[in-house]
């Protein structure tokens, strides 16, 4: 099934914090983020710095509620783009969810 924007699966909106950790050259280095929204492959996460395309993340999204479990998961950065002033959209591809 496509949706109208031809993505193979669905996009939620989701505007959660979202915790990055670096595992490539700057390796446990943390940001701060959020979570704009998030896909079976992919998400969006907006932060205020710029990282380079294919820097691998750990990224952690904690549940608003009890009753769904925090999200970990194994990513890569395939777009960084600059939105406003020192406020970066980052395109994060899944490799792995935890």
Do not use: H, W
């Not at 700057?26 to 907006?46: F, P």
């Amino acid at each position: 099934m496509l949706y109208e924007d031809k993505r193979n699966f669905f996009r939620m909106l989701v505007n959660a914090e979202a915790q990055l950790v670096i595992l490539d050259s700057e390796a446990g280095r943390k940001i701060d983020g959020v979570c704009r929204d998030l896909s079976a492959t992919g998400m969006a996460i907006e932060i205020d710095e710029p990282l380079e395309v294919s820097t691998q993340v750990k990224v952690r999204i904690d549940a608003t509620n009890n009753s769904v479990p925090a999200l970990d998961a194994l990513a890569t950065v395939v777009r960084c783009s600059e939105i406003e002033d020192q406020e970066y959209l980052l395109g994060l591809e899944v490799l792995e969810i935890n």
